[in-house]
């Protein structure tokens, strides 16, 4: 079977930036490479693949998954403080 172009979203957020890509990819490609294909590695430099968890649909996965047509890939920063701090925090003010 011939690889066959579809169409994945690569989204990375900031606190006051967010940015979500439409990539053209081949099927079979995997996560990394959609990432790699979407350009956002170059609008963010501060992205390392290999610290920063990646999912697709709030789900984590590995780099190496295969995307499927229509997949969001999502890449994760790593959070300032654990969820329990901040509804503590929230509690107090």
Do not use: W
């Amino acid at each position: 079977m011939a690889d066959k172009a579809i169409e994945v979203e690569v989204a990375f957020a900031k606190p006051h930036a967010q940015v979500l890509v439409r990539v053209t990819v081949l099927t079979g490609e995997s996560v990394a490479q959609a990432i790699k294909k979407s350009a956002i590695l170059e609008q963010f430099p501060e992205i390392e693949l290999t610290r920063l968890k990646v999912g697709i649909f709030g789900k984590l996965c590995a780099l190496s998954k295969k995307v499927e047509p229509g997949d969001r890939i999502e890449i994760y920063r790593p959070l300032r403080q654990s969820p329990m701090e901040a509804r503590r925090n929230r509690a107090v003010k």
